[in-house]
């Protein structure tokens, strides 16, 4: 049996939201949302990553996914109950439901049996699309410690590979960036080494 067919079978949640941005951290996710689940890497297609979710609250703008056909994003599977408090950390966004097909485990899925395409109909996945798209500027700019929490998540469970398929997958990267690691604004920023900081900055340096 492979890897995911292993977790699928350990999963008593029968809701799994496609973090694609900081859910995809696994410190922000638990010091923040209380998800203490282990992700497992996925690539969605029919969706964009792009920077034009805006955050009023927070003078800030987060990564959204955007229908799009002929795109893709890679995310991590997160079972979770989709509560209050996720609904919250998410206010910017509404979830919508993703179809299985539309979804792709590159070494952790092995053949597509019969058993694992009815092992995933027993579960709803979930994305993130942004309600209102709107692109960053100098009032709403990029934070370092978001773009830190996003990218770290991918290291952790993906290693550069993941991470620089987060680059490639997200769209407006040339944006107004505010460099806040000395004094985190990102509210649910992950706890990010300063060797990681350095392997995030020469990923980003080409950006």
């Given amino acids: 049996m492979n890897e995911l ?15 694609y941005g900081s859910l995809l951290s696994k410190n922000s996710r638990e010091r923040f949302s209380n998800i203490y689940t282990q ?11 792009a920077w034009v ?29 989709i509560n209050p408090a996720l609904q919250e950390r998410e206010k910017d966004y509404q979830f919508v439901a993703v179809n299985p097909q539309d ?66 997958h997200t769209s407006l990267w040339d944006h107004p960036r505010v460099n806040d690691r000395a004094n985190p604004k990102y509210p649910r920023a992950a706890l990010v080494e300063s060797d990681v900081s350095n392997d995030i900055d020469k990923l980003l340096a080409d950006t």
């Fill in 5 to 19: 067919a292993q977790w699928l079978n350990l999963q008593t949640e029968k809701h799994i939201v496609l973090g």
């Fill in 39 to 49: 992700g497992i890497p996925v690539t969605v297609s029919g969706f964009e990553r």
């Fill in 53 to 81: 979710t805006r955050s009023l609250q927070e003078k800030q703008t987060y990564v959204g996914a955007v229908a799009n056909a002929r795109s893709q994003l890679n995310a991590q599977l997160i079972p979770t109950q």
């Fill in 103 to 168: 979804l792709n485990f590159h070494s952790h899925h092995g053949d597509a049996t019969p058993w694992l395409e009815e092992r995933l109909s027993a579960f709803t996945f979930w994305i993130c699309e942004t309600l209102d798209c709107a692109p960053a500027s100098e009032e709403y700019p990029v934070h370092q410690t978001y773009i830190d929490t996003c990218i770290a998540g991918c290291l952790e469970h993906g290693g550069k590979e993941e991470a620089e398929r987060f680059v490639a």
